[in-house]
Structures are given as structure tokens and as C-alpha cells.
């Protein structure tokens, strides 16, 4: 008799266990599951999908205020490289308009034209030209644009409000394209 109660409790030991070992596996209260997170905040700056964005600052075209990028945010970044001969820039530039209007309680639209390979007059100009109504950053020597490996115009680079950089994209997309991806940014 005793011998069976002895046999029924390490069987239910066994059980209780098993029990226990299936609900940590599931996502059940753990040490390790109260510190574990789904996306944890990369450490490593890079102009990469994944990686944290590397830091700048930037004069606005008119020179008199200074952006700052890197590191957390109020809101998501759409960063945009452009050139004012650059046709795909300008055929993206109403776009653009659309989304800094459309998402501005989630989102900020930096233009950034890349001077080196324009001149501050003809920026000036397509702003005029298109309307542009979201900051227009000058990046007089380039550095920025390589420092995010810049290989065409325009490029557009989507960094959520941690600071990690979600996607780079490499020309033109459709108003569409383009809008599903900001719209899916600005819900993370």
C-alpha cells in the first residue's frame, strides 16, 4: 500500500513537472521570459536594415535651424536623399508632400539634398518648384550620404522611433509601395 502511494506521487511529480516545463516553453513566467523581449534594440550603428542609425546633424537650407538624427524619437523618420536633376525625385516629391501631411502625428519627413552633387540654388528652386513642405536638410560635402551608403537618387531611408533603421530603399517606388511601408512603420 505504501509502496503505491510512493509510485502515485513521483508520478504525479513527473506530471506537475512536465506541466511546468510546457508553460515555460510557451511563453509562461520565467526569469528568462520576464527579461526576454521579441525585438530587443541592436547595439551596433550601420546603414543597415536591423541596425541602429548612425547619428548626424545637418543645417535646414535656409541655414537657420539644425536636425539632429540618431537615437530614440517622438516619431518615425522618413530620411530622403535627393538631387534636384534627379527625375525620379521629382516624380516621388508630391509623394512625399502627401506623407509628411497625411502621418505627421507619427511620422517626420527630412529631405536631405545632397549638395555636393547639386547647388543650394537649385535646391531652393525645386522646393519652390514642388512645394515641399517638410524640412529640407543640406548635406554640403556628402558625408551623410555616405556615411548611409548612398548609391542612387533618390534613396529613402525608414528609421523607426527606437532609431533602428527598417529599411532602405534604393530608387523609386509607387505612392502606394510607399505608403504601405510608412504606414506599417509608423504602427511599430
Known sequence: MKRNLYIW?????????????????????????VFQTDN?????????????????????????ETYTVGGT?????????WAS?????KMEAGSLNLLAKNYKDGLDVYGVNVTKYDTVKDAKQFVDTFKLQFPILTDEDGAVYDLYK????????????????????LGILTEEELEKKVRALVKK
Open 9 to 33: 506521487a513521483g508520478i504525479l511529480l513527473l506530471i506537475g513537472f512536465a506541466f511546468w516545463q510546457t508553460s515555460n516553453k510557451e511563453g509562461g513566467l520565467s526569469i528568462q521570459n
Open 85 to 89: 536633376w534627379c527625375d525620379p525625385c
Open 150 to 169: 548612398g548609391m542612387a537618387f533618390p534613396t529613402n531611408v525608414l528609421i523607426d522611433k527606437n532609431g533602428v533603421i527598417q529599411e532602405i530603399i
Open 73 to 81: 524619437r517622438e516619431k518615425a523618420l522618413l530620411l530622403n536623399f
Open 40 to 64: 530587443p534594440i541592436p547595439t551596433e550603428t550601420g546603414a543597415k536594415a536591423g541596425l541602429l542609425a548612425p547619428p548626424f546633424e545637418l543645417k535646414g537650407l535656409e541655414n537657420k
